[in-house]
Structures are given as structure tokens and as C-alpha cells.
């Protein structure tokens, strides 16, 4: 079995100053940085890295002692800033920081912004400023074309808010169900169970938004999204219906497949709402009350 030592050891046995090594993981994808402490990103998990817990210096990331550092491929092009990203759809850097943070792809720093696991995936680069170290992001230019990001700005501007006035434009189960049960924030939802979860939502001062499209180029819709945390809420219901459990599966598999964060809430669980989903909600650090 192959040994595991920490980064120090092994950037000595390598003959590098730790600092160096750490900026040869981060750069390569394996980590990054957050609050003074380095984490794991799923490229390094891959690699085989893991935490390990010392009582006398806490969590720590350890690594195959034969550990071969393999640069992440970049998309061809150049890469571009929020700022430059602002500037192909008019808007500010600060409103495409947020629509990306929306989205998923970056995570708020104490200062600055950090690539997330998805935003790695589609390309994003971690960067940090040599004068005042504040982190930012670069991303492929191909960034422009992706369909989850313009259909944010679409939404977020109000692009073609006529065409989507109405729910003509929306699958056949969302015609099917309608919208008719108004929860207490004034969000039209399809069932009664789903009214309950908005409620809960509401009521525990939770920020949260119905049927999200996923920034993912599948066509999949949540039941609730909540942006602290990028957090999906899904309510099963019609269980015993083989269509909607076909449904169901599908889109389990793709939350799986982005390792996106899921609550997955039945009939009992609406039922003891105040007992579930703050024990839920508190794994993603979101306290209800």
C-alpha cells in the first residue's frame, strides 16, 4: 500500500519549500485556498489526497508519498476576467460575480472570490493578486457561449420576460400542474406539500427560489433552490406513479453526477418539517434559526 504524508513532508522529500508545493497543488487544481486553510477540491480527492485529523494541529491534507502533480487541461482561447465577462453582456463585474456565485461556479472569500468543484469543471482558474492577495477567478472565453450563464442574465435583466410570462413555454407536466397554491412569500407553487416547504422557508428567513433551472446544460428544474449554500430542495410525491419514479431517478443521477447538494424530502418528512430540514439544512452550515 502506498504511504500518505502531509504536504510538508512531502515538498520535503521533494526538496521544495512547502509554500511552493501548495501553489504547485492549487495551480494545478488539487486544492484551494479558503479563510487561511486549504481544501480539497474534487481533482485532488481523485488524486488521492484525504484530510487527516491531528489533536494538536487540526484538519491537515495528506497525500500518496508517489504523488504525480498532472496539470488540468485548460480549453483553448484565452481567458477572461468578470470584468471582461461584464463587458460582453453590459452589465457590472460586481452583478456577474453574483450571477455566477448563483450559479454555483465561484464561492464567496473574506475578500475576493474562489473557484468552486463546478466551476473547475468548466474551466474555471483560480487566480490571486501578487500586490494585495485577494483571490479572483479567470475563465475560458467558451464561458460567453454556455447556456446556463445567459440563461441567468436573461433572467436576471429581464431579457424575453414575455416570452416566459406564462408556462406555455414549459413542459408538459408543468402545464399539467398547475401553479394554483400561493404560499406566504407570494410564490405560486403545484402542490400543497410544496406550499408547506415555501412556508417553512419563508417563515425561517431561508432565501430561497422555486423551480431553478440547473446551471447545467441538461434541462432540469428544482423544486427549491437556496443560494446560501447552494443547496436543491426536492419533494417526491406521486410515488406511485412508474412515470414520475422514471423522472425521479433521472434526475437523482444528475445531482449525483455534478455532486450537487440535495435535501430529498417525502410526505412523512413535510409532515415534521420543523424537526427535518433544520437537521438537514445545518450538513450544508445553514442554520435555520
Same mark, same amino acid.
Given at each position: 500500500?502506498?504511504?500518505?504524508?502531509?504536504?510538508?513532508?512531502?515538498?520535503?522529500?521533494?526538496?521544495?519549500?512547502?509554500?511552493?508545493?501548495?501553489?504547485?497543488?492549487?495551480?494545478?487544481?488539487?486544492?484551494?485556498? #479558503?479563510?487561511?486553510?486549504?481544501?480539497?477540491?474534487?481533482?485532488?480527492?481523485?488524486?488521492?489526497?484525504?484530510?487527516?485529523?491531528?489533536?494538536?494541529? +487540526?484538519?491537515? %491534507?495528506?497525500?500518496? #508519498? &508517489?504523488?504525480? $502533480?498532472?496539470?488540468?487541461?485548460?480549453?483553448?482561447?484565452?481567458?477572461?476576467?468578470?470584468?471582461? $465577462?461584464?463587458?460582453?453582456?453590459?452589465?457590472?463585474?460586481?452583478?456577474?460575480?453574483?450571477?455566477? =456565485?448563483?450559479?454555483?461556479? @465561484?464561492?464567496?472569500?473574506?475578500?475576493?472570490?474562489?473557484?468552486?468543484? &463546478?466551476?473547475?469543471?468548466?474551466? +474555471?482558474?483560480?487566480?490571486?493578486?501578487?500586490?494585495?492577495? *485577494?483571490?479572483?477567478?479567470?475563465? =475560458?472565453?467558451? *464561458?460567453?457561449?454556455? &447556456?446556463? /450563464? %445567459?440563461?441567468?442574465?436573461?433572467?436576471?435583466?429581464?431579457?424575453?420576460?414575455?416570452?416566459?410570462?406564462?408556462?406555455?413555454?414549459?413542459?408538459?407536466?408543468?402545464?399539467?400542474?398547475?401553479? !394554483?397554491?400561493?404560499?406566504?412569500?407570494?410564490?405560486?407553487?403545484? &402542490?400543497?406539500?410544496?406550499?408547506? $416547504?415555501?412556508?417553512? /422557508?419563508?417563515?425561517?428567513? @431561508?432565501?430561497?427560489?422555486?423551480?431553478?433551472?440547473?446551471?447545467?446544460?441538461?434541462?432540469?428544474?428544482?423544486?427549491?433552490?437556496?443560494?446560501?449554500?447552494?443547496?436543491? @430542495?426536492?419533494?417526491?410525491?406521486?410515488?406511485?406513479?412508474?412515470?414520475?419514479?422514471?423522472?425521479?431517478?433521472?434526475?437523482?443521477?444528475?445531482?449525483?453526477?455534478?455532486?450537487?447538494?440535495? @435535501?430529498?424530502?417525502? #410526505?412523512?418528512?413535510?409532515?415534521?418539517?420543523?424537526? *427535518?430540514?433544520?437537521?438537514?439544512?445545518? !450538513?450544508? #452550515?445553514?442554520?435555520?434559526?
Amino acid at each position: 500500500m502506498t504511504a500518505k504524508i502531509s504536504t510538508s513532508q512531502l515538498a520535503k522529500a521533494r526538496g521544495l519549500a512547502a509554500k511552493a508545493l501548495f501553489n504547485q497543488l492549487a495551480d494545478a487544481g488539487y486544492i484551494t485556498r #479558503d479563510n487561511d486553510e486549504w481544501h480539497l477540491t474534487e481533482v485532488g480527492k481523485n488524486a488521492q489526497g484525504e484530510y487527516k485529523q491531528s489533536p494538536k494541529f +487540526g484538519q491537515y %491534507i495528506v497525500w500518496p #508519498d &508517489s504523488l504525480e $502533480i498532472v496539470e488540468q487541461p485548460e480549453f483553448d482561447g484565452k481567458k477572461l476576467s468578470a470584468t471582461q $465577462i461584464s463587458t460582453h453582456f453590459n452589465l457590472t463585474s460586481q452583478k456577474i460575480n453574483q450571477i455566477l =456565485d448563483e450559479l454555483g461556479w @465561484i464561492n464567496k472569500a473574506v475578500k475576493g472570490w474562489k473557484v468552486s468543484n &463546478s466551476g473547475l469543471r468548466l474551466g +474555471g482558474v483560480q487566480k490571486e493578486d501578487f500586490r494585495t492577495g *485577494v483571490p479572483y477567478v479567470m475563465w =475560458d472565453e467558451s *464561458v460567453l457561449k454556455n &447556456s446556463s /450563464l %445567459i440563461h441567468s442574465v436573461n433572467e436576471i435583466t429581464g431579457a424575453n420576460a414575455e416570452a416566459k410570462s406564462t408556462d406555455n413555454s414549459v413542459s408538459n407536466f408543468r402545464q399539467k400542474f398547475e401553479a !394554483k397554491h400561493r404560499a406566504a412569500d407570494g410564490h405560486y407553487v403545484r &402542490s400543497k406539500a410544496e406550499m408547506l $416547504i415555501d412556508n417553512w /422557508l419563508y417563515m425561517a428567513g @431561508i432565501v430561497h427560489a422555486y423551480e431553478r433551472k440547473l446551471p447545467i446544460e441538461e434541462d432540469l428544474y428544482c423544486d427549491f433552490y437556496l443560494p446560501t449554500g447552494k443547496v436543491y @430542495i426536492e419533494f417526491w410525491g406521486l410515488e406511485d406513479d412508474p412515470k414520475y419514479a422514471d423522472r425521479k431517478k433521472v434526475k437523482q443521477d444528475l445531482y449525483a453526477k455534478y455532486g450537487f447538494n440535495l @435535501i430529498e424530502l417525502n #410526505d412523512d418528512d413535510v409532515q415534521n418539517l420543523d424537526d *427535518v430540514l433544520p437537521r438537514m439544512l445545518l !450538513k450544508f #452550515d445553514i442554520k435555520a434559526y
